[in-house]
């Protein structure tokens, strides 16, 4: 016994617990959730007529009298069990808003809706995965006496790719203070889309919403070069959303059109610094904005919504762009496990943040996420519906919602958060059991639906 590793020992000390099926069983509950909360209280539901007592739960017989429930993180490098749940849950909030369902109505699959990506604009070149890289046939050295061009073949998982041609050129400074605009930048881009619209149609602009309401969702997605794009669905839909079709005017064309001049034109313009100047942020070159047919020409929408649900999962670190974890010093930036254009940006960013006029960026606080600091995943308040009302829903489905005339008192105490080593293992276990056993559930679905075809 001595001998074993601690994390089996500890493992073999929580089995032979006489309460072990009971923690096994809240270990599935959460899905095999690897950093739980403990929670400690009771949980009482009265008759609101008599005050009979119909239900009590209390956690003083539960094992550690604790319950654990899942800790939500949306990252599978934080929670493999969480951030699968967080990716369906993201999956079917996007596919509402593009086929209907969850309260949404299914007319909207006929509205003009687009799936647009915009970039971040050159901050230098960098090297790319192609054939040959940046060729230069006359050559030539930048002022740090570095070639202008690469010439070279790189395979897409090079370490190479994305970082500059010269570092000395790059500017770090315009990355970080565009991440740090980035979502500004977005709101005066949906702002200006509905202006181009309105004009389209020969609208007042402020008469715009009376007419009809744009709506969105989007996520936002670090490339090789650490610099985010964005991708959004963008939908058209009547003055009071999904319920009601756009005015005739209000065609895919147009607000492809729409989505075009906006990009090309909107700004947004730093505070006055003495160190920096002021800049002019807009967005890069690139823009694509591809209609999404209820026909079926044109990306699926369920390849879509699974394309964005991807993306939540995701965190500036799985990407090597940055840290899952807020960094406190110039040292934690040196140490940190990123390349070397990653720490130039980290640098920057924590550099900049100590000029007084970028206070109200908080750059230091963002320098992890190399001064981004929008949610994976923003929506308009008339796109679908929201992650809440999907827990509600999950909730509804496993009976956990209160009853008609009945009152509920709770009292609910924090008692900590995740694992021993040996309950962590166990957990993990547990996680990976129940991802088999989804994996082959739908693997049956699919040969199943494979017969029918192949029988049809
Ligand atoms: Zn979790
Ligand atoms: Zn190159
Ligand atoms: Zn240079």
């Known amino acids: 016994m001595r001998q074993l590793p601690e994390t089996d020992r500890d493992a073999i000390r929580i089995a032979k617990d006489p309460q072990f099926a009971r923690w096994l069983e809240q270990i599935t509950a959460t899905g095999g959730c690897a950093h739980p909360i403990h929670l400690t209280g009771s949980t009482t539901t009265l008759d609101s007529a008599t005050g009979e007592i119909l239900h009590h739960y209390d956690t003083r017989n539960e094992p550690g009298e604790r319950l654990l429930v899942r800790c939500r993180n949306r990252r599978a490098t934080v929670c493999p069990a969480c951030s699968h749940l967080h990716a369906g849950d993201t999956f079917h909030l996007v596919r509402a808003g593009l086929l209907g369902g969850k309260n949404v109505p299914a007319a909207v699959r006929y509205r003009p809706r687009l799936f647009v990506t915009l970039t971040a604009p050159s901050f230098g070149p960098v090297h790319r995965a192609t054939d040959v890289c940046r ?12 070639p202008l061009g690469c010439g070279a073949a790189h395979t897409s998982d090079a370490p190479i790719v994305g970082q ?3 570092p ?33 149609a020969g609208l007042v602009q402020s008469r715009f919403a009376q007419h009809a309401r744009l709506s969105f969702a989007r996520v936002a997605e670090y490339q090789k070069r650490a610099a985010v794009h964005v991708h959004a669905i963008v ?4 003055p009071t959303g999904p319920d009601e079709d756009p005015p005739a005017w209000g065609t895919t064309e147009l607000l492809a059109r729409a989505v075009h001049a906006s ?40 390849a879509v919504a699974a394309y964005v649900a991807k993306y939540v999962t995701k965190g500036a670190s799985d990407t090597g762009a940055g840290l899952d974890h807020k960094v406190t010093s110039c040292a934690g930036i040196e140490t940190a496990p990123v390349n070397a254009h990653v720490r130039s940006l980290m640098r920057a960013c924590w550099r900049l943040g100590g000029l007084p ?15 981004y600091r929008g949610h994976i995943l923003t929506k308009s308040r008339a796109y679908s519906t929201t992650y809440a009302a999907l ?26 958060s995740g694992h021993t080593p040996g309950a962590a293992l166990i957990a993990a276990g547990v ?26």
């Open 391 to 416: 827990r509600t829903e999950r909730a509804t489905h496993m009976g956990h919602t209160d009853l008609p005339d009945t009152a509920t008192e709770r009292n609910w105490r924090y008692a900590g």
């Open 164 to 166: 500059p041609l010269c």
């Open 235 to 238: 939908r058209l839909d009547g």
């Open 357 to 371: 006029e970028y206070g109200q960026l908080n750059l230091r606080t963002w320098t992890h996420t190399l001064g």
């Open 431 to 456: 996680a990976d059991d129940l991802a088999a056993a989804r994996e082959a559930a739908h693997s049956a679905v699919s040969s199943i639906r494979g017969d029918a075809l192949g029988a049809g």
């Open 168 to 200: 000395d050129c790059y500017d770090y400074t315009g990355h970080v203070l565009w991440h740090a605009h980035a979502s500004k930048l977005w709101d005066r881009f949906v702002i200006d889309v509905r202006r181009c619209l309105a004009s389209s």
């Open 135 to 146: 060729p230069r046939r006359d050559g030539g050295t930048c002022e740090h006496g570095r």
């Open 263 to 302: 990009a090309g034109r909107v700004l947004v313009h730093t505070r006055y610094s003495p160190a920096i100047g002021e800049r002019a942020l807009g967005w890069g070159a690139q823009v694509d904005a591809r209609p999404l047919r209820a026909d079926g020409d044109g990306p699926a929408d369920d």
